[in-house]
């Protein structure tokens, strides 16, 4: 994995190393692994699926993209299918301010209540067309959950994942790395469930 996707990654590390030095070796790769543990290993983005995962599925997602919508359920019958597969979740808010809104919210209770992170998910997922307030909180209320402020630490987290999408020349949602490569858009179950097997057969 880190063959195909570090290159690119690299190019994220050196635009926040804007100095006039080059970057030492282990500068580099003090850099990649940072960007490769947010990517796979961030504690502050949402995760389902395998503890211990052959594969790790990543998936740039936002609650107002209708393939997105059309996507999502798909993830959780992939890791129930796959005990080695996790997905770990990472929101593009591109659509509106409602993208934003609803990201934050989602990424403050995970790292409040992670446990009930996954209703709440497809209960915005479950709307058809744009989020606004009334219907995020409309959301909320139907997921059983409740969210007040959004935290800090969401923004920093979306800034993150908007930052690695454009080096990795995404520019639209869903996205998802899967092994070696990228799946842009949305397809068929069958065909991502051939690719996710395919992924894992190369392990």
Not at 129 to 154: C, F, L, M, W
Not at 165 to 187: C, D, N, R, S
């Amino acid at each position: 994995m880190k063959n195909v996707i570090i290159t690119l990654l690299l190019l994220f590390a050196s635009t926040q190393a804007m100095a006039a030095e080059p970057l030492t070796p282990d500068q580099e790769h003090r850099a990649q692994q940072i960007v490769y543990d947010f990517l796979f290993n961030d504690p502050n983005s949402p995760r389902i699926g395998a503890k211990n995962p052959k594969l790790t599925l990543v998936v740039f997602t936002d609650y107002n993209c209708p393939y997105c919508k059309k996507f999502d359920p798909y993830l959780e019958k992939i890791v129930e299918k796959h005990p080695d597969v996790a997905v770990v979740f990472k929101f593009l808010p591109f659509r509106s301010e409602s993208s934003l809104t609803s990201a934050r919210d989602a990424l403050t209770l995970w790292r409040s209540h992670p446990e009930q992170f996954l209703k709440f998910n497809e209960t915005l997922m479950a709307k058809k067309g744009y989020h606004d307030e009334a219907s995020i909180q409309a959301a909320q209320k139907r997921a059983g959950v409740n969210v007040a402020t959004p935290d800090d630490e969401s923004l920093v987290t979306i800034k993150r994942s908007l930052l690695i999408a454009e080096k990795l020349g995404i520019q639209g949602t869903p996205a998802t790395l899967i092994g070696e490569g990228l799946l842009p858009g949305w397809v068929p179950y069958e065909q991502f469930d051939e690719m996710v097997s395919d992924a894992l057969k190369n392990r």
